[in-house]
């Protein structure tokens, strides 16, 4: 069974900073198979990024992620005031699905 | 556009059993994967199950294998949980997510519904 640990567990910015998300997977994962998501109070989780760095439709380019192995990140380059939310990695392997338990970015 | 809406949340007593359902629209529904991911209240998100494009393949987290099935009617384009031997801990909001792969899992999810909530308790 695949532990996805995500760091810090907050991170407070402001706006225009940027933030670098950390995901770490108890064992070597395919890339392939890495997935970041963000998700706002009252709203679904959205998808940011599939295969480790690999934007989704309609994803602003300020979104990035890469990594291979064990470790993964998602940048987010100049923070908007929309993209303070939790922010999830996401790994599937062997028919199942783990995620990790999120990282909160929150206003300073 | 993809759409995907989920019905049939309800407050239930332990033991009892309940039937989710999840009407997809906007796409071609028989040609993707689907999962049920849920959220306890104040937790992160947890995926509960899969099934394939054709119900052929099904996968379950450890936490409800044997008490939950996850299945499908392309007919209807509607997904379905069947969730029996309810417990406190499966009340959480319940999210009807489309996989983005075609004929195979791809693991990510690209469309995800609003959710129905479930709550378990004496």
């Known amino acids: 069974e695949i532990v996805l640990t995500q760091s810090p567990g907050t991170l407070s910015l402001s706006p225009g900073n940027r933030a670098t998300l950390s995901c770490r997977a108890s064992?070597?994962?395919?890339?392939?198979?890495l997935s970041w998501y963000q998700h706002k109070p009252g709203q679904p989780p959205r998808l940011l990024i599939s295969a480790a760095s690999s934007r989704a439709t309609g994803i602003p380019d300020r979104f990035s992620g890469s990594g291979s192995g064990t470790d993964f990140t998602l940048t987010i380059n100049r923070l908007e005031p929309e993209d303070f939310a939790v922010y999830y990695c996401q790994h599937y392997r062997n028919s199942l699905v783990a995620f990790g338990p999120g990282t909160r970015v929150d206003l300073k | 556009q993809a759409l995907l809406v989920e019905s049939g949340g309800a407050v239930v007593h332990p033991g009892r059993s309940l039937r989710l359902s999840c009407a997809a629209s906007?796409?071609?529904?028989?040609?993707?994967?689907m999962h049920w991911v849920r959220q306890a209240p104040g937790q992160g998100l947890e995926w509960v199950a899969v099934i394939s494009f054709d119900a052929s393949d099904t996968y379950y987290a450890d936490s409800v294998k044997g008490r939950f099935t996850i299945s499908r009617d392309n007919s209807k384009n509607t997904l379905f949980l069947q969730m029996n031997s309810l417990r406190p801990e499966d009340s959480a909001l319940y999210y009807c997510?489309?996989?983005?792969?075609?004929?195979?899992?791809?693991?990510?999810?690209?469309?995800w519904g609003q959710g129905t909530t479930v709550s378990v308790s004496s």
């Open positions: 997510v489309k996989d983005l792969g075609g004929w195979y899992i791809a693991g990510a999810m690209d469309v």
């Open positions: 064992q070597g994962v395919s890339s392939s198979y």
């Open positions: 906007g796409f071609r529904f028989d040609g993707f994967g």
